[in-house]
T-cell receptor
Framework: GQQLNQSPQSMFIQEGEDVSMNCTSS?????WLWYKQDPGEGPVLLIA?????ELTSNGRLTAQFGITRKDSFLNISASIPSDVGIYFC???????????????FGKGTKLTVNP | GAVVSQHPSRVICKSGTSVKIECRSL??????MFWYRQFPKKSLMLMAT?????????EQGVEKDKFLINHASLTLSTLTVTSAHPEDSSFYIC??????????FGPGTRLTVT
């Protein structure tokens, strides 16, 4: 089945630093989504990307939908302690490939921010 | 933003009993909801797709007779874990599909089977 390769698996950074994480796949996706999950909580949608090449920002977060439609990255600028958590990428398949609204998730990037 | 709730947030039950988990979309209608299971330090594993007014579609390896899903309205889907066993202990999360196919997740339900 489809898989998303998300990297890095974990990151330890100092407060104020910028962060970058990415996801790649051998499959083409028509939507990329980035979520953040805090311990014991459900994932919270951060950014949704719908078009190849699209660059979208949400506050200190910026994400891009790769032009090949097989990858996406998420950047966090000027990290703060509350950015701590696990970040998941998720791709939604093209309808032509038999996809629906189902998502394929990456394995997550665990972010630790030291004050 | 879109809000999805789950109830209960935590439940402890004895082996052999059944547990029902509710998932509600509070401020939008969702013809499609999803149920996931998440093990510690792992990503989300899709269990089934819940479609309003029709039978759920289960992922390979998920027992439909054990995990009963009902999507009776556009704002409510329920997951019933029947004859629960300790190996069913997990974090169960639902999501509801918004207007542009983005998924909004509930806060999750921690199930512990003793």
């Amino acid at each position: 089945g489809q898989q998303l390769n998300q990297s890095p698996q974990s990151m330890f950074i100092q407060e104020g630093e910028d962060v970058s994480m990415n996801c790649t796949s051998s499959s083409i996706f028509n939507t990329w989504l980035w979520y953040k999950q805090d311990p014991g909580e459900g994932p919270v949608l951060l950014i949704a990307l719908y078009k190849a090449g699209e660059l979208t920002s949400n506050g200190r977060l910026t994400a891009q939908f790769g032009i090949t439609r097989k990858d996406s990255f998420l950047n966090i600028s000027a990290s703060i302690p509350s950015d701590v958590g696990i970040y998941f990428c998720a791709g939604q398949l093209e309808a032509a490939q038999g996809g629906s609204e189902k998502l394929v998730f990456g394995k997550g990037t665990k972010l630790t921010v030291n004050p | 933003g879109a809000v999805v709730s789950q109830h209960p947030s935590r439940v402890i039950c004895k082996s052999g009993t059944s547990v029902k988990i509710e998932c509600r979309s509070l401020d939008f209608q969702a013809t499609t909801m999803f149920w996931y299971r998440q093990f510690p330090k792992k990503s989300l594993m899709l269990m089934a797709t819940s479609n309003e007014g029709s039978k759920a579609t289960y992922e390979q390896g998920v027992e439909k007779d054990k995990f009963l899903i009902n999507h009776a309205s556009l704002t409510l889907s329920t997951l019933t874990v029947t004859s629960a066993h300790p190996e069913d202990s997990s974090f169960y999360i639902c999501s509801a599909v918004g207007l542009v196919y983005e998924q909004y997740f509930g806060p999750g339900t921690r199930l512990t089977v003793t």
